[in-house]
């Protein structure tokens, strides 16, 4: 199913036109013919598979700090693009070319920190207060942002929506009674909203320019490169038992590997504002 969502190699060849930018370079352009139930279908999809990454960190052994399962994540995540990459033929020139470097980085960056300020958050807010303001916070974000750097403010109905898809998230989340959650962990959950958003806005972006696969790849190999680092700086080296290790590695293929495929595959489809929005089907 993961594999169908790629083109593969002779389709990425016919799909890919060649196009003169003003200084006489040749750009790699991908056409794709939006089908927004499509895109909700697998939005939706991604959305089902990160609902599961919280549970996954609640069951593990819990010697590994929250930044180093991040961290770890985003690891096994750049794996698993790189063998999927190599799988579906993403790995060649003309899947890279296209991409612009800045985004590229730019996603990465927004990536780490989007999990590195999650997975912390919720450690210092608690499982149902930190999702509700992680989830809760992007879609408005997300547009906030697309209105002002892409011009086109969301329209009253995504508003209804998303006031609607938070309250009940926010009714999920907290339903169990009363909590109390510390200044810190709020602003990080609140600062792992606006990472998710950038992110979002920016892999929309690429997703003309180059396959999911390679967009992935690039922005989770940074992400890595960044998150690792900083882990063991804060941190210290991890101390992983099974269970920690079976957690991180389906964190980071399943819920980050098969899902964030889906989400840039929805985002031929679906524009970001309305992406993060029915990402909040994730705490359902």
């Not at 196009?19 to 991908?30: F, L, T």
């Not at 991180?248 to 590997?257: H, L």
Request: one cysteine or more; glycine letters at 12%; charged letters at 10%.
């Amino acid at each position: 199913m993961i594999v169908t969502l790629e083109l593969n190699r002779s389709e990425k060849d016919e799909r890919f036109s060649k196009v003169k930018s003003a200084g006489g370079h040749r750009m790699p352009s991908m056409q794709v013919t939006p089908h927004p139930l499509l895109g909700v279908a697998c939005v939706v999809g991604a959305a089902m598979l990160w609902g599961t990454t919280g549970t996954s960190q609640a069951l593990a052994g819990g010697s590994l700090s929250s930044l180093w399962f991040g961290a770890l994540r985003l690891l096994f995540a750049a794996i698993f693009f790189v063998v999927f990459a190599a799988l579906t033929g993403a790995l060649n020139r003309r899947a890279w070319e296209g991409l612009p470097p800045s985004a590229a980085i730019s996603a990465g960056l927004s990536m780490a920190a989007y999990n590195l300020t999650f997975f912390a958050g919720v450690k210092l807010a608690g499982v149902g207060i930190g999702t509700a303001i992680a989830l809760g916070s992007g879609p408005i974000w997300a547009g906030m942002l697309q209105a002002v750097f892409q011009r086109q403010p969301p329209t009253r109905a995504w508003w209804v929506g998303t006031v609607v898809a938070i309250a009940g998230g926010v009714l999920l989340s907290m339903g169990g009674g009363s909590q109390s959650a510390s200044p810190l962990g709020i602003a990080l959950c609140l600062g792992s909203g606006l990472s998710y958003a950038v992110y979002t806005l920016l892999n929309q972006r690429m997703v003309s320019h180059a396959p999911a696969s390679s967009i992935t790849l690039a922005a989770f190999g940074v992400a890595a490169l960044v998150a690792l680092p900083m882990a063991a700086f804060q941190a210290g080296w991890p101390s992983l038992d099974m269970r920690d290790l079976t957690a991180v590695i389906y964190t980071g293929t399943v819920t980050a590997g098969v899902g964030y495929l889906l989400f840039s595959f929805a985002l031929h489809h679906v524009r970001p504002a309305t992406a993060v929005t029915l990402a909040l089907t994730e705490p359902v």
